[in-house]
């Protein structure tokens, strides 16, 4: 909750199966823990997944990071052999990916307090991880991509925020127009249009008149973002920083 990043993978004692139901971690974790007297045990068997809209162009569950069709990336992928039932999402998460006979997450995540958290709700991703002769790497490749895009986000890499701040460029002559893109996305992260944003600019070195220069009000078009252009800066170093 301070901020840090909490994965939960499954397993025959993993979920509601190892007694999770009511203590702390129940409270982090996106996906409800039915009781361990209500939830069938680790099913074994082909478990057909499906990639969710969010999961789409979710930065966790994006194998091609933008650069290639990813649900066709998805579904090249082996089968999973595990599942673990739960309660379905909690109010403020999101599933990446499906369970598609049963309805049910089997990658979801959630902001926790500071921190985001992750439930995988399988035992069995790391089969990928050895499918190299089979495949030709594409499931191994997928798997360290996997991992890879996850502990990013469950640490908040700035990359993979949702309130963004892109300068058209880094350094500006003193005469020139600074041109700054403010981008909001969903949860999904896809574009969220008409929403709020505030943006912040301070100076960032120990030159006189350190602090902020300005605070400014806009809202995102249709897609999602808003530009601004700020003028008669003085010579130095600034940060602008952005929330919605």
């Not at 598609?100 to 997450?105: D, E, I, N, S």
Request: glycine share 12%.
């Amino acid at each position: 909750r301070d901020g840090l990043g909490f994965v939960m993978i499954g397993g025959s004692e993993s979920f509601a199966n190892g007694g999770y139901a009511g203590t702390p971690l129940d409270a982090i974790v996106p996906v409800a823990m039915s009781t361990p007297t209500t939830t069938a045990k680790l099913e074994l068997g082909p478990i057909a997944a499906e990639l969710s809209s969010a999961g789409l162009h979710h930065p966790v569950t994006d194998l091609t990071r933008g650069l290639g069709n990813n649900a066709r990336a998805w579904s090249t992928l082996p089968a999973w052999t595990s599942f673990n039932a739960t309660g379905g999402l909690k109010p403020g998460a999101t599933a990446l990916v499906t369970s598609t006979a049963h309805g049910l997450p089997l990658i979801a995540v959630m902001d926790a307090g500071k921190g985001r958290s992750m439930a995988l709700c399988t035992d069995s991703m790391w089969r990928w991880r050895f499918s190299a002769q089979r495949d030709g790497g594409i499931a191994e490749r997928a798997y360290h991509r996997f991992w890879s895009n996850a502990l990013r986000w469950l640490v908040r890499d700035p990359e993979h925020a949702r309130v963004r701040v892109v300068p058209r460029k880094r350094r500006f002559d003193l005469d020139e127009e600074i041109t700054v893109g403010l981008t909001a996305l969903g949860r999904d992260y896809q574009p969220l249009p008409h929403t709020r944003l505030r943006a912040t600019l301070e100076r960032s070195d120990d030159q006189a008149g350190h602090g902020v220069v300005s605070v400014d009000d806009f809202m995102t078009g249709e897609d999602g973002v808003v530009q601004h252009q700020y003028t008669e800066l003085g010579p130095g170093a600034y940060r602008i920083t952005a929330e919605a």
